[in-house]
Structure formats: structure tokens, C-alpha cells
């Protein structure tokens, strides 16, 4: 596996970085095992105090970080800057919040005995695999919670985004984290599997295709290893009669070209009820239009390039199936991809049917498909007609209404009138084949914890 950052605007190799060697590794599992042994004895507290200055280290030096995201996988400048941001609100959120949340819970009231209480601690080893999308905020969304406890984590990162990934194992050095609490490493498929293998690796984090979810999963299952997925979705923007259109067509084109569309969570497919249909498209086509190519380093351009040349490729192989099959393009050219970086001409998608050999797949990139629908049973028999189950939203007047009908949506999550994002107070994640475990908020501090129960 070749660890190469190369520039998606352009094609041009920035650096490429040679693997780590399996006696490089047994050092690094040696490290984390040390520090996890070590850690046991340090406060809640202490670990709060080296969260805060690892989000110091990133905050004053945003920018640096932001531009490794932009070169390494192609996001806006702006997008960048706003993932670095956020990474920086998850380490606070955990350094203020850990502490709170991992104290002492008692119970007093019990048919055996006089009371009992639960404490909270690390298991060891957590072996993160994280994909290239966002490549700094799916890091710290395992890494700060698991911090807390006293987890050290090894990252492997996606190989296109190297640069970004060494820098932060270089953060949390010049942040000044005690050594082995995280790691970075250029490792092989095979190395990985070992990895799994060793008996200190107690936890696993993986946030990529369902394809390898269900690989490294068999694996980690194998050795009775606690694992977590996120494997990405089909998700659903479903837009009611009584819809603020302007609002909606708007959102509905951000939340499908933010990333240049290479979002888990994107608004993948629109479900327009019968009403408002031909004015949504009206206007989401305008909205479309507003979005321009460019560097992604210049503050002007609106749409990124894709991330590689091989998403490139699998999107436009998707796309020509998807055409094959019977569905029609409603907006874009498929043949506008020229050029020596790897942009992707904004499409919308209609009349994807059961029979379409891609109805039920993911396609990440800035594609959309719509759906005109007749009423609200067919818009959520829809929704639910995926084997992915990761996010969506909803749009209505009626915010109560929103959230009747969002209870029926199988997914892990909803948003009401609102571009769906993740935040540090609340917990992401999915169902069915998008995966299993949450990530952020006090429900993400816990799936690496042990929850020890004493009696008394």
C-alpha cells in the first residue's frame, strides 16, 4: 500500500512516505501498552488539562492544518478551516465534559444488598481505520473520548491523506501527550490484520466502506475485540408540501456538493412530494448552478475536485450504470470531467427504479437523485428501502409533524429543517448496513469504556 499525498486540483505528487516496518510497530504496540499501564493511575483531570493544550496546538495553527486537508484530499480552503475548528470543539468538549461524565455513579436501591456503584475506566488498545473524507475530524472523534480513559490509539489512516495524518501525531507531540497515547502508522492490509491480532488491542474503530467494515470486523469479532463501524448511507432529504422551498433547494444543494459530495451523511436522495416537486427542481437546479469549480486553496471557489483519481473513475462507472439502467441525467454533463485534476460535473438523478443494478448503492460524489412522491407513506416506504440506515432530514412548516415522521425514518439520526452535521454534545452514527456504535457526545466516551460494577 503506497502512502502518497497528491494534489486532486491538479494531479501533482506532493510527498510520498514509506511504510512502517513490522519491528517499527512492535515498538509502537510496546509504547501504548507501557502508557496504557501507566495511564491508570492519572486523574480524569490531568488528561482534561493535556486535551485542552492538544486543542491549543490546533487553534494556533488552524490554517497550517487546514491547507494539509485541502492538498491531501481536495476540500475548500473554507471546509478545511471549519473541520479544523471543529476538531478543536471535540477536544474541549471532552477535556470539559470527560470528567463529569466518567465519575463515580452510585445505586442505592437494590433487592440485594446495601448499595452498589459503577466506575469507569480504559480496556487498552484502541486500533483506529480511518477513511480520507474528513481527515481530521474522524480522527479526533475516536481519539479525544478515548483519551479520557486512558486509551491509547493507533491510527491508520487512509493512504491518500499521509501528510495530514503524520501531522497529528505531531500535534499531540508538540501538545505535549505523554508517549504512546497515539501513534500514527503507514501500515499494510497485512499488518493491520496482526495488529488485530495482538491480545493488548482490546478496541476497533473503522469509519469507511461497508466492504471493509465487514472485513476488519470478522477479524476484530474473531478475537472477541469491541468494534465500532460508520460505513456510510443513502441518506434521504424529504421535502413536505408546506416547505419553505427557497430554504430547502438551497440546503438541498449544500448538503449534497459540501466536500465536493463525499459526506456519509450527504443528502444522497431527494424525496419531493408531488406539489412542490417541478419548484424544488426549478430551484435547486439554480442553486446547482451557483457552485464553480476551481483550486480549492482559492477562497472564491465553491466546488471541490474529488478526492483521487480512482473515485473519479468508480463515480463515473457508477454513473454510467446508473444511465444504463434506465434513469434519466435532469441536470449536468457527465462528459464535462476533463482536466489534469479529478472534478466531477454536479448531477441530479431521476427515475431510479428496483430493476437499476445501483438502486440501493452509495454514490459518493456531487450526484443526487430525486424522487417525485405522491404522499408521506410512500416517502418514508422509500427512505426505509435501503439497506443503509445513517442519517437524512426533513423539511416542513410543521416542526412537530418533522419529528412524527422522523420517528419512522431507520435511521441513527435526523435533522428537522437543517443540513444534517455532527456535533461534539450529540452522538453520530447508524443502522443496519451503515453500521453499528456511536461516536461523540457522553454515548461515544462509553463504547471504549469499562463499566465496572462494584457491590457493597
Wanted: proline share 4%.
Amino acid at each position: 500500500m503506497a502512502y502518497t499525498a497528491i494534489n486532486p486540483y491538479n494531479g501533482e505528487v506532493i510527498q510520498e512516505f514509506s511504510n512502517t516496518t513490522d519491528n517499527e510497530i512492535h515498538d509502537i504496540l510496546n509504547q501504548a501498552e507501557n502508557y496504557y499501564q501507566k495511564e491508570k493511575s492519572v486523574s480524569f483531570s490531568k488528561r482534561a488539562e493535556l486535551l485542552n493544550q492538544l486543542a491549543d496546538e490546533f487553534e494556533n495553527h488552524l490554517d497550517d492544518y487546514a491547507r494539509l486537508a485541502s492538498t491531501n484530499m481536495g476540500k475548500l480552503i473554507g471546509e478545511s478551516r471549519t473541520e479544523v475548528e471543529k476538531i478543536v470543539s471535540y477536544a474541549r468538549y471532552f477535556a470539559e465534559q470527560g470528567p463529569k461524565f466518567l465519575q463515580q455513579k452510585n445505586y442505592d436501591k437494590l433487592s440485594v444488598g446495601s448499595s452498589a456503584h459503577v466506575e469507569f475506566s480504559g480496556i487498552g488498545i484502541v486500533l483506529a481505520v480511518e477513511p480520507w473524507n474528513f481527515p481530521f475530524t474522524q480522527v479526533m472523534r475516536v481519539f479525544a473520548p478515548n483519551f479520557m480513559l486512558g486509551n491509547p490509539v493507533i491510527l491508520k489512516h487512509a493512504s491518500i491523506v499521509p501528510q495530514a495524518a503524520q501531522s497529528i501525531a505531531d500535534a499531540c507531540q508538540e501538545a505535549g501527550l505523554p508517549q504512546g497515547a497515539f501513534a500514527n502508522i503507514f501500515a499494510t492490509h497485512d499488518q493491520i490484520d496482526k495488529i488485530i491480532d495482538d491480545p493488548r488491542v482490546q478496541g476497533f474503530a473503522l469509519t469507511g466502506s461497508e466492504r471493509a467494515g465487514k472485513n476488519l470486523a470478522a477479524k476484530a469479532a474473531k478475537n472477541l475485540m469491541k468494534t465500532t463501524l460508520e460505513l456510510g448511507g443513502t441518506d434521504i432529504f424529504a421535502v413536505l408540501p408546506d416547505a419553505d422551498i427557497d430554504k430547502a433547494a438551497k440546503d438541498a444543494a449544500e448538503a449534497r456538493l459540501a466536500n465536493a459530495g463525499q459526506v456519509c451523511t450527504a443528502a444522497k436522495r431527494y424525496l419531493v412530494s408531488d406539489e412542490v416537486y417541478d419548484e424544488f427542481l426549478d430551484k435547486v437546479k439554480q442553486a446547482f448552478d451557483s457552485y464553480q469549480f476551481g483550486n480549492p486553496l482559492d477562497e472564491k471557489t465553491t466546488l471541490a475536485p474529488l478526492s483521487s483519481q480512482s473515485a473519479k473513475d468508480n463515480l463515473q462507472e457508477q454513473v454510467e450504470k446508473v444511465v444504463a439502467g434506465g434513469s434519466e441525467i435532469l441536470y449536468g454533463d457527465l462528459t464535462k470531467n476533463e482536466g489534469p485534476g479529478f472534478q466531477f460535473s454536479p448531477l441530479i438523478l431521476t427515475g431510479m427504479t428496483h430493476d437499476n443494478p445501483m438502486y440501493d448503492e452509495e454514490l459518493f460524489g456531487p450526484v443526487a437523485q430525486i424522487y417525485r412522491v405522491s404522499s408521506e407513506e410512500e416517502m418514508v416506504e422509500i427512505a426505509n428501502d435501503s439497506r443503509y440506515g445513517l442519517g437524512g432530514a426533513i423539511y416542513t412548516a410543521d416542526v412537530a409533524h418533522g419529528n412524527e415522521l422522523a420517528t419512522k425514518i431507520e435511521t441513527g439520526q435526523v435533522a428537522i429543517n437543517q443540513v444534517l452535521d455532527e456535533q461534539a454534545e450529540v452522538p453520530f452514527g447508524g443502522v443496519k448496513d451503515s453500521g453499528y456504535g456511536r461516536e461523540l457526545s457522553d454515548w461515544g466516551l462509553f463504547e471504549f469504556a469499562n463499566v465496572k460494577l462494584v457491590l457493597n
